[in-house]
């Protein structure tokens, strides 16, 4: 039973806080334009998604090492993205810092943010209970190197890339940019903070896996 409400209850905040920040009694113009209302499909079947496959998706597994700030980190971030989820809505629906030609952008939103929840379904389908918010290692923990992780070692972190941009492009919002450099920094910490761990955990295993993958983008980086 845990384990599904740790894959509903997201789900069930990120609808409720995007419906709160556009405004409830508006609902009908919020479903007619259909980027905004496929963001809600898309939570949606990501949802079902998680459900039919079973997929664990326990975000606050502690795992096996201490966990220092992280827990505080975790939490800071957690509200800043609520935040942001009740306030693009909001944003969009009174024009404020909103970009011009909607419709281009609204569809380059949408199309981020329906790639960057692929990657993270496949990437969840292989953690299975090795899946946390934390830098940590779970008991009898693997070097995952099969599906998605053959060609990128992070698609978690390349979900996040693609998912805050774009979810703020759906709502044509120029906070884009800022959005889009918090995202990369905090991924480049993780990766660094992620990396180290790994390479003491599993040495030469995870050399040679690194020396034959990139880290976020297939070919690229």
Same mark, same amino acid.
């Given at each position: ?20 920040? &556009? ?5 009908? !113009?919020?479903? #007619?334009?259909? !980027? =905004? ?7 949606? @079947?990501?949802g079902?998604?998680?459900? @039919? ?14 966990? #220092?700030? *992280?827990?505080?980190?975790l939490?800071?971030l957690?509200? +800043? ?9 909001? +944003?969009?629906?009174? *024009? ?19 790639? #960057? $929840? ?11 209970? *090795? ?6 290692? *779970? !008991?009898?923990?693997?070097? @995952? ?24 492009? $759906?709502?044509?919002?120029?906070? $884009? &940019?800022?959005?889009l ?6 991924? #480049? ?9 790994? =390479? ?6 995870f !050399? ?8 976020l ?5």
């Open positions: 039973m845990r384990k599904y409400l740790t894959g509903a209850l997201p789900l069930g905040v990120f609808i409720l806080a995007v419906m709160l920040g &556009w405004g409830l009694d508006a609902w009908r !113009e919020y479903f #007619g334009n259909p !980027e =905004r209302a496929s963001v809600i499909v898309l939570a949606l @079947v990501a079902a998604t998680i459900l @039919v496959l079973d997929l664990d998706f326990d975000v606050f597994r502690p795992g096996q090492l201490k966990l #220092g700030h *992280q827990s505080l980190l939490i800071v957690t509200v +800043a993205s609520l935040v942001l989820l009740w306030f693009l809505p909001h +944003a969009d629906h009174r *024009q404020i810092l909103t970009i011009s030609h909607p419709a281009l952008w609204r569809g380059v939103g949408l199309a981020l943010c329906t790639i #960057g $929840v692929l990657v993270r379904l496949l990437a969840l389908a292989k953690l299975a209970k *090795q899946f946390s918010a934390y830098v940590t290692l *779970q !008991e009898g923990h693997e070097l @995952v190197q099969s599906g998605i992780y053959s060609a990128i070692r992070h698609p978690l972190y390349l979900s996040l890339l693609l998912l805050g941009p774009g979810f703020a492009l $759906v709502f044509r919002s120029l906070l $884009v &940019w800022p959005v450099a918090v995202t990369l920094a905090f991924i #480049g910490s993780r990766i660094h903070q992620e990396e180290r761990l790994l =390479r003491a955990a599993f040495g030469s295993d !050399e040679q896996y690194r020396s034959r993958t990139r880290a983008i297939p070919f690229v980086f």
